[in-house]
């Protein structure tokens, strides 16, 4: 069973871009979030979503940031016009639909922006 | 609301002599909580997790921690540190989000631990 999958593993984008970062979860879940990790800190929580639905988004920025998971396909963080502040790594995590399980974590997207 | 607390940002250790790695939550709930380890540009991986079962909870790697409810601490420990146990790691307290039933994880702002050869 693959673990959770994110790509790309590294992304470099000039002031202004956009930047996409996909999530694959584990086979078998539903259950997809999204943290970011700044430079020497934890991760904090953006984004909560089930199929088809957003769920929780109380840690996403107001402007300019915006996930998706589709019923088909991988999980979309998209970040619109990108700063130099949005550099930082982004990390995927998965889990069943069940209360009190685990999250499982993908390796992370470092995004850097120029 | 919920918290957690790492009280030492580094630890530096002696390879072969024990770890303690300081953490105190605060949860309007029952919490659950984890340790999470991160090497260096790598993921996260789950060391171990108390769900409200036994308080010492027993992981990968020779790892253990006890939950105290009673000085709202989770402190893990290892009775003997090695060289490959150098990383990072996250105190971890989650917030049921009842209505779907999952989990809104909090972490702490980590601890970096050194193993001196």
């Known amino acids: 069973n693959a673990g959770v999958m994110q790509n790309p593993r590294h992304l470099v984008r000039r002031r202004g871009q956009e930047a996409r970062l996909r999530c694959s979860p584990m086979k078998g879940h539903s259950h997809v979030y999204w943290y970011r990790q700044l430079p020497e800190e934890g991760l904090k929580f953006m984004v909560y979503?089930?199929?088809?639905?957003?769920?929780?988004e109380s840690g996403m920025p107001k402007e300019r940031f915006s996930a998706e998971f589709p019923k088909e396909g991988p999980s979309i963080l998209r970040i619109q016009q990108v700063v130099r502040g949005d550099s930082a790594a982004y990390f995927c995590?998965?889990?069943?639909?069940?209360?009190?399980?685990?999250?499982?974590f993908g390796p992370g997207t470092r995004l850097t922006v120029l | 609301a919920q918290s957690v607390t790492q009280l030492d940002s580094h630890v530096s250790v002696s390879e072969g002599t024990p770890v303690l790695l300081r953490c105190n939550y605060s949860?309007?709930?029952?919490?659950?909580l984890f340790w999470y380890v991160q090497h260096p540009n790598k993921g996260l991986q789950l060391l171990l997790k108390?769900?409200?079962?036994?308080?010492l909870v027993k992981g990968i790697n020779g790892f253990e921690a006890e939950f105290k409810k009673s000085e709202t601490s989770f402190h893990l420990t290892k009775p003997s540190a090695h060289m490959s146990d150098a990383a990072e790691y996250f105190c971890v307290v989650s917030l049921t989000i009842s209505n779907f039933g999952n989990e809104k994880l909090t972490f702490g702002t980590g601890t970096r631990l050194t193993i001196i050869p």
């Open positions: 995590a998965s889990s069943p639909p069940s209360i009190r399980v685990v999250q499982y």
């Open positions: 979503l089930q199929k088809e639905n957003i769920i929780d």
């Open positions: 108390y769900t409200s079962a036994a308080t």
């Open positions: 949860s309007s709930y029952s919490p659950s």
